[in-house]
């Protein structure tokens, strides 16, 4: 049976099974699969993804485009990730790495001070990295009794959870999570829904709206964030929005603003931006992008 302690450490985060998962789960391979697939129970207004390297685990949270501003929400949400693996590692401070794609607080956080020098802001996405080798670990408070309890909840929940979430918000927060890797194409965004192409269209279609737009709307709306509220390269933007050449971004914003990306920039220049981050060095692969 679970013990005390471990529903007591349990009470202090949110009661779903989604935040619950982590703490008895076997490894932190396990909490963090499990994570991912359980978080639209807890929330449609962001999504987390978990991808392995070689060499690091990484949390990331896409920006969803149309879900209203997300910087002071993202930055608590990814402190409460941070918070989350510390008591499933049961350790202080674990090696890992914060990437904010917000500005830093005006006032100094408790989350600053213990992860000073390994927090970076106004970087293009919101991640949490850490080496792979702790994804193998055993979790200190594993208890298979427990986790499977849990699992057969959130795999009630989330069968709710399918039968209310909005059609047009799963296939435009698939589309927005996937531009940076130049997949937001059909068949790819169909499959990742684990739906038929002609499936998506329907829902579409009866929504008054089809794929190709409802694209467009996204990569627009994200451009428009991008060049209004940061200081990013005209580079590192294209790449984000899934352009492989720079001069295809700048016609596609001189279609939708009828400007120059230069300008749409200069238009917002009296606004408060947040400037780009020094630290962002991943490679920009052009596989699949347009």
Not at 47 to 57: A, D, H, L, Q
Not at 203 to 218: C, D, I, P, Q, Y
């Amino acid at each position: 049976m679970p013990s005390c302690s471990t529903f007591s450490t349990m009470s202090k985060s949110a009661a779903s099974p989604s935040s619950t998962i982590c703490l008895p789960a076997p490894t932190l391979r396990h909490a963090c699969q499990a994570w991912v697939k359980f978080m639209p129970i807890r929330t449609n207004a962001c999504r987390v993804v978990f991808e392995e390297t070689e060499t690091s685990g990484y949390l990331e949270w896409p920006i969803l485009e149309g879900r209203g501003e997300w910087r002071q929400s993202m930055f608590a949400r990814v402190g409460w990730a941070a918070h989350q693996l510390e008591q499933a590692l049961d350790m202080h401070a674990p090696p890992i790495m914060i990437d904010l794609a917000t500005a830093a607080p005006e006032s100094t956080s408790a989350l600053q001070k213990k992860y000073q020098g390994r927090l970076n802001f106004c970087v293009p996405r919101n991640r949490i990295s850490f080496p792979r080798a702790l994804l193998s670990r055993p979790l200190p408070r594993h208890d298979p009794h427990l986790y499977e309890i849990i699992l057969k909840s959130a795999m009630t929940e989330m069968e709710l959870f399918g039968q209310k979430e909005s059609p047009l918000s799963r296939i435009a927060n698939e589309v927005a999570s996937n531009l940076s890797q130049g997949a937001s194409a059909l068949p790819l965004i169909s499959a990742r829904l684990g739906m038929s192409q002609r499936a998506v269209q329907r829902l579409l279609e009866k929504e008054g709206t089809s794929f190709r737009k409802l694209s467009e709307e996204v990569r627009r709306a994200a451009a428009e964030r991008y060049l209004r509220s940061t200081e990013l390269p005209m580079k590192e933007i294209a790449f984000l929005l899934g352009f492989s050449e720079l001069s295809t971004f700048s016609r596609a914003v001189k279609t939708w603003f009828g400007v120059s990306p230069r300008k749409v920039r200069q238009a917002s220049a009296g606004s408060p931006r947040h400037p780009a981050g020094t630290q962002h060095t991943e490679k920009t692969g052009q596989h699949g992008r347009r």
